[in-house]
């Protein structure tokens, strides 16, 4: 909200791993570790955009609004069963959690999943979302994750957001190589070509968002 008003504000990072700590300790000096917050900090004077990458960067609920302080909304989200299994061989490999601790907090966690996260996904100007074509039908015993190159990502436009960010789907059929529509508001590509497409879609749009914020 004060950025959009003064572009400043203040700005932290949650760590998520012994690497993200370790870099935020050493610019910081400071002894934390992962699942903490850096201290705040000012966001830097003259910066273009303000990117934030998490979980509630379209939530809404009682006496708040994020989403109404997005200029763009942008949802990456795998399939729920591609989820979990990310996340099953996430934490036991980064954080030796054991399988069964990991379900628990599946199941812990699933009501706030329900009403907190997926709505989000109906608020997103954009939408990419990666789904296997392999097997996954059990995720709790699947051995690896499916590779890019195993899946296919759906790349889904709100109801008025091709209009409103000028997107060309006929030209991105074109650059995409075996990607096609599969509704009227969609477009299928490898999971491969994912950042590809990322990259075709969403510079024109930043660049967009850049220059009309120089010209107001």
């Given at each position: ?215 107001s």
């Amino acid at each position: 909200k004060i950025y959009g008003k003064t572009g400043g504000g203040k700005k932290r990072y949650y760590l998520h791993s012994a690497e993200e700590a370790e870099e935020h300790n050493t610019r910081l000096g400071t002894n934390l570790e992962p699942g903490q917050f850096t201290p705040w900090e000012e966001i830097p004077n003259g910066t273009d955009v303000l990117f934030y990458e998490g979980l509630h960067g379209g939530v809404v609920g009682d006496g708040y609004d994020v989403a109404s302080y997005a200029d763009l909304l942008v949802g990456v989200v795998p399939i729920t069963n591609l989820e979990w299994i990310q996340k099953i061989h996430r934490d036991n490999a980064e954080r030796g959690y054991s399988a069964e601790t990991i379900v628990d907090t599946i199941l812990r966690r699933m009501p706030d999943y329900i009403n907190h996260i997926c709505p989000q996904f109906s608020k997103t100007d954009i939408n990419f979302q990666r789904i296997p074509t392999i097997d996954t039908s059990n995720p709790f015993i699947c051995r690896n994750i499916p590779t890019p190159d195993e899946s296919f990502v759906i790349i889904h436009f709100r109801k008025g957001a091709r209009e409103k960010w000028g997107i060309d789907f006929q030209y991105l059929l074109g650059m995409i190589n075996d990607s096609f529509m599969s509704s009227p508001t969609s477009i299928v590509v490898n999971g491969g070509k994912m950042g590809f497409a990322m990259e075709l879609i969403l510079t024109p749009i930043i660049h967009r968002l850049i220059e009309e914020k120089k010209s107001s």
